[in-house]
């Protein structure tokens, strides 16, 4: 049996070049498949017109052109195989709809921030309203940092097991209840009760909506928008003092179950629009 040689070389081919070969070699082929092949490799920056020189025994060189996939959705190469100005930027539909999620979800690190000041302005009458000893006043404080700590070392088993969207659903269930038990509470205990559950709610959510934030973001946007929820967590405690300040002026006696039911409503808004948002 004789033996055959084989060589291979590369010749990049310019962009003209590539184009008008592609196009007679495809023709009319709206798939841009190759004639006579079931499958083509996907397009990739990396894809290269290549020419094989096969030295047979007994016939001709034979010279074989393969060019990259091409099709309707692929987008136009400069040199060097990157895409025109445009060819991988979102449309503009995609950012909107990118802001929606990340908006939504921030509304987490607002809430943060809301119910972890608010209680400055609300203790002074709380404490007149059920005559609460110093230590008492101290529970009622620490008890949400205590439960927020708690619930977010187990955030991250959450967000394993039933997802990012799941999860911050969740979250905002445990806000709206905490909420509404502490505008309706009547005395100590159920005070720090709803202040426990509202803790719950904020380890959770502050683990995260941030995740979620960075995993839907764009690449190029990603820090940016990431940076959105903790600026909601100072916007949330500057509203939570602007709040009591305007209930203790006008409500100074019943002002604080406002105060601190209030936050039912951005976390009602929250979950509603999870809802609609994808995992």
Do not use: C
């Amino acid at each position: 049996m004789s033996s055959s040689r084989k060589s291979i070389h590369f010749q990049p081919l310019s962009q003209s070049e590539g184009d008008d070969a592609a196009e007679n070699e495809y023709g009319n082929n709206n798939n841009g498949d190759l004639p006579g092949r079931q499958s083509q490799q996907p397009y990739s920056d990396e894809n290269r017109a290549m020419s094989f020189e096969s030295n047979a025994t007994s016939k001709n060189d034979v010279e074989i052109t393969e060019f990259p996939h091409r099709d309707s959705t692929s987008p136009p190469l400069l040199f060097g195989g990157s895409h025109v100005a445009g060819g991988d930027i979102r449309s503009k539909q995609v950012q909107r709809t990118m802001r929606l999620m990340v908006g939504i979800s921030a509304i987490g690190g607002f809430l943060f921030g809301y119910d972890t000041g608010v209680i400055s302005g609300a203790m002074l009458p709380i404490q007149r309203t059920f005559s609460l000893t110093p230590g008492q006043e101290e529970i009622v404080v620490s008890s949400t940092i205590l439960a927020a700590f708690v619930s977010s070392l187990v955030g991250g088993t959450l967000n394993t097991m039933y997802g990012r969207r799941l999860t911050i659903l969740f979250s905002a269930s445990v806000f709206t209840t905490g909420s509404f038990v502490l505008a309706f509470a009547m005395d100590y205990t159920t005070l720090v009760l709803g202040r426990v559950i509202v803790g719950v709610g904020i380890g959770i959510a502050s683990l995260t909506t941030p995740i979620y934030i960075a995993e839907v973001a764009l690449p190029e946007m990603r820090g940016k928008l990431v940076t959105i929820n903790g600026f909601l967590v100072t916007v949330g405690q500057f509203t939570a003092g602007m709040v009591d300040g305007v209930f203790d002026k006008y409500l100074p006696e019943t002002g604080w179950r406002w105060m601190l039911g209030l936050a039912a409503v951005p976390s009602i808004i929250m979950f509603h629009g999870f809802l609609m948002l994808p995992e």
